[in-house]
C-alpha cells in the first residue's frame, strides 16, 4: 500500500519530534504513514497549509506559531478546537473542507491520568498562564471534575478572561482567577503552562503552592529537568514531570483522528527518554 504523506507545520520546525513519534506510531501499528516537518513562511502559513493539501496530504499537526492562524483557516472546528480558540490539527473531510481540531488538551489529562496515575477528579488544580497553551488544556482538565481550579497570570485580567470563557464548562468545579503572587496555599496539583521554563526563568510564585505530596507538571519538555520542576524539586515538590508524554499523547490523539487507529503511547514515550 501507498504511503499516505502527513507532517508538522510551524517556523522554525527543525527541533520537532513529530515526525520521529509518528513513525514510531506507524512502525507499530502498520498504518501506511509516512510523516515529514514543513517550515512554513510567517507571512504565509495559509499557502503552506494549501499546497499540502492540493498536493494530496492527508493530515497536518501545527505548532507554534500557527496554531492560532489553523484555527481561523478552517471551514469547520471540533468543539475542543472551538473552544480552545486554537488549532494542532488539520484535516479534509469528505467534502474536501478543512477541519480544525485540538489534542493538546486531551494529551495532558491522558498522561497525567494514564502514565501518572494521577485522576483529576477533585483535585485542587493551580494553573500558571493564560497563554494559548493554557487556554487549550483546560476544557479537558475541568470535563475531569476537579475540586478547584485556579488560574494564575503576571496579569490577573486575562487569566479572568479565561475564567469567564470556561465558566460553563467548570461545573461544580471553582473556577477562579489570580495574579502570580496571589496563591500562597499547597494545591494537589500544579501546572506550569508558561513558557518560563524555555529561557530558563521562572513564573515569580510562592513556594507555599508546593508540599511533598503536590504533583507538579511542566507543560514543556527537556532531556534535563526543566528549570521549574528543578525549582519544584529544591522546594520539597516529591513529583514532579514534564510534558513529554503530553507531547506524545497529543499525538496519538491526532494519529486516531486521522487513521481510527489508537497507538500504545508508553513504548514511545520510553524510547524518547533514551533517544
Same mark, same amino acid.
Given at each position: 500500500?501507498?504511503?499516505?504523506?502527513?507532517?508538522? =507545520?510551524?517556523?522554525?520546525?527543525?527541533?520537532?519530534?513529530?515526525?520521529? @513519534?509518528?513513525?514510531?506510531?506507524?512502525? /507499530?501499528?502498520?498504518?501506511?504513514? %509516512?510523516?515529514? #516537518? @514543513? /517550515? #512554513?513562511?510567517?507571512?504565509?502559513?495559509?499557502?503552506?497549509?494549501?499546497?499540502?493539501?492540493?498536493?494530496?496530504?492527508?493530515?497536518?499537526?501545527?505548532?507554534?506559531?500557527?496554531?492560532?492562524?489553523?484555527?481561523?483557516?478552517?471551514?469547520?472546528?471540533?468543539?475542543? #478546537?472551538?473552544?480552545?480558540?486554537?488549532?494542532?490539527?488539520?484535516?479534509?473531510?469528505?467534502?474536501?473542507?478543512?477541519?480544525?481540531?485540538?489534542?493538546?488538551?486531551?494529551?495532558?489529562?491522558?498522561?497525567?491520568?494514564?502514565?501518572?496515575?494521577?485522576?483529576?477528579?477533585?483535585?485542587? @488544580? &493551580?494553573?500558571?498562564?493564560?497563554?494559548? !497553551?493554557?487556554?487549550?488544556? +483546560?476544557?479537558? @482538565?475541568?470535563?475531569?471534575?476537579?475540586?478547584?481550579?485556579?488560574?494564575?497570570?503576571? *496579569?490577573?485580567?486575562?487569566?479572568? $478572561?479565561? =475564567?469567564? +470563557?470556561?465558566?460553563?464548562?467548570?461545573?461544580?468545579? =471553582?473556577? *477562579?482567577?489570580?495574579?502570580?503572587?496571589?496563591?500562597?496555599?499547597?494545591?494537589?496539583?500544579?501546572?506550569?503552562?508558561?513558557?518560563?521554563?524555555?529561557?530558563?526563568?521562572?513564573?515569580?510564585?510562592? !513556594?507555599?503552592? &508546593?508540599? !511533598?505530596?503536590?504533583?507538579?507538571?511542566?507543560?514543556?519538555?527537556?532531556?534535563?529537568?526543566?528549570?521549574?520542576?528543578?525549582? $519544584? +524539586?529544591?522546594?520539597? $515538590?516529591?513529583?514532579?514531570?514534564?510534558?513529554?508524554?503530553? +507531547?506524545?499523547?497529543?499525538? $496519538? %490523539?491526532?494519529?486516531?483522528?486521522?487513521?481510527?487507529?489508537?497507538?500504545?503511547?508508553?513504548?514511545?514515550? %520510553? %524510547?524518547?527518554?533514551?533517544?
Amino acid at each position: 500500500m501507498t504511503n499516505q504523506l502527513y507532517a508538522v =507545520v510551524g517556523n522554525p520546525v527543525s527541533h520537532s519530534k513529530s515526525p520521529r @513519534i509518528h513513525s514510531l506510531f506507524a512502525s /507499530q501499528t502498520g498504518e501506511p504513514v %509516512e510523516y515529514t #516537518a @514543513i /517550515q #512554513a513562511p510567517m507571512e504565509d502559513f495559509s499557502g503552506t497549509v494549501r499546497h499540502f493539501f492540493e498536493r494530496g496530504g492527508k493530515g497536518l499537526n501545527v505548532t507554534v506559531p500557527f496554531k492560532e492562524q489553523a484555527w481561523t483557516l478552517a471551514d469547520h472546528r471540533t468543539p475542543r #478546537a472551538e473552544k480552545a480558540g486554537a488549532a494542532n490539527t488539520l484535516y479534509l473531510d469528505k467534502d474536501q473542507e478543512l477541519v480544525a481540531d485540538n489534542t493538546d488538551g486531551v494529551g495532558i489529562v491522558r498522561d497525567l491520568q494514564n502514565n501518572y496515575r494521577v485522576s483529576l477528579k477533585g483535585l485542587r @488544580i &493551580l494553573v500558571l498562564g493564560s497563554g494559548g !497553551a493554557v487556554r487549550g488544556v +483546560l476544557g479537558p @482538565i475541568l470535563a475531569e471534575q476537579p475540586a478547584a481550579l485556579t488560574i494564575a497570570n503576571r *496579569t490577573v485580567a486575562k487569566a479572568e $478572561a479565561l =475564567v469567564r +470563557l470556561f465558566a460553563r464548562d467548570a461545573g461544580a468545579t =471553582v473556577l *477562579t482567577a489570580c495574579g502570580f503572587d496571589a496563591p500562597e496555599q499547597a494545591f494537589d496539583l500544579v501546572i506550569n503552562g508558561t513558557s518560563a521554563s524555555l529561557q530558563g526563568d521562572l513564573p515569580p510564585v510562592s !513556594a507555599n503552592i &508546593l508540599n !511533598a505530596d503536590t504533583v507538579v507538571y511542566d507543560m514543556m519538555y527537556s532531556l534535563q529537568t526543566t528549570t521549574f520542576n528543578q525549582w $519544584a +524539586l529544591d522546594h520539597g $515538590a516529591c513529583h514532579v514531570h514534564d510534558g513529554l508524554g503530553m +507531547l506524545v499523547e497529543q499525538a $496519538a %490523539e491526532s494519529f486516531f483522528v486521522w487513521r481510527g487507529v489508537r497507538p500504545e503511547t508508553k513504548p514511545v514515550i %520510553e %524510547e524518547l527518554r533514551t533517544d
